[in-house]
């Protein structure tokens, strides 16, 4: 008897046309970092990942229980405010302006579906 079982990883999950990568870019690093690793990803084949929006950011946040993979830490968006950004620290879901030098956010990318 030959049994085969079915193992397909998807290394995202979709949320309302978003997809978001299943873990973490980085767990600490300044913005135009955390812009460059999005950039680079290639995860599931696909090249057109980014840093999220904060209104994407904030998607995320509502639905991180689905998503999963998050940690009680400040996450970046590309919503800028002069030289800060704009994060949301998912341990209370609260939005801040953060100096683009700050080194501890973490990186989660994301990418539309079309």
Same mark, same amino acid.
């Given at each position: /008897?030959?049994?085969?079982?079915?193992?397909?990883?998807?290394?995202? *999950?979709?949320?309302?046309?978003?997809? /978001?990568? #299943?873990?973490?870019?980085?767990?600490?690093?300044?913005?135009?970092?955390? /812009?460059?690793?999005? #950039?680079?990803? $290639? /995860?599931?084949?696909?090249?057109?990942?980014?840093?999220?929006?904060?209104? !994407?950011?904030?998607?995320?946040?509502?639905?991180?229980? !689905?998503?999963?993979?998050?940690?009680?830490?400040?996450?970046?968006?590309?919503?800028?405010?002069?030289?800060?950004?704009? *994060?949301?620290?998912?341990?209370?879901?609260?939005?801040?302006?953060?100096?683009?030098?700050?080194? #501890?956010? $973490?990186? $989660?990318? *994301? $990418?539309?579906?079309?």
């Amino acid at each position: /008897v030959i049994s085969f079982v079915a193992t397909s990883y998807v290394p995202y *999950v979709v949320i309302d046309a978003l997809a /978001v990568q #299943k873990s973490d870019s980085s767990n600490g690093t300044t913005w135009s970092a955390a /812009v460059d690793l999005c #950039k680079q990803s $290639r /995860v599931g084949g696909y090249s057109d990942w980014h840093l999220p929006s904060l209104s !994407e950011l904030t998607l995320m946040y509502t639905n991180r229980y !689905e998503i999963g993979g998050f940690y009680t830490a400040t996450y970046w968006s590309t919503t800028a405010s002069v030289s800060n950004h704009y *994060v949301i620290d998912f341990s209370s879901g609260e939005t801040k302006l953060l100096q683009s030098s700050y080194t #501890k956010g $973490r990186v $989660r990318c *994301v $990418r539309t579906i079309n």
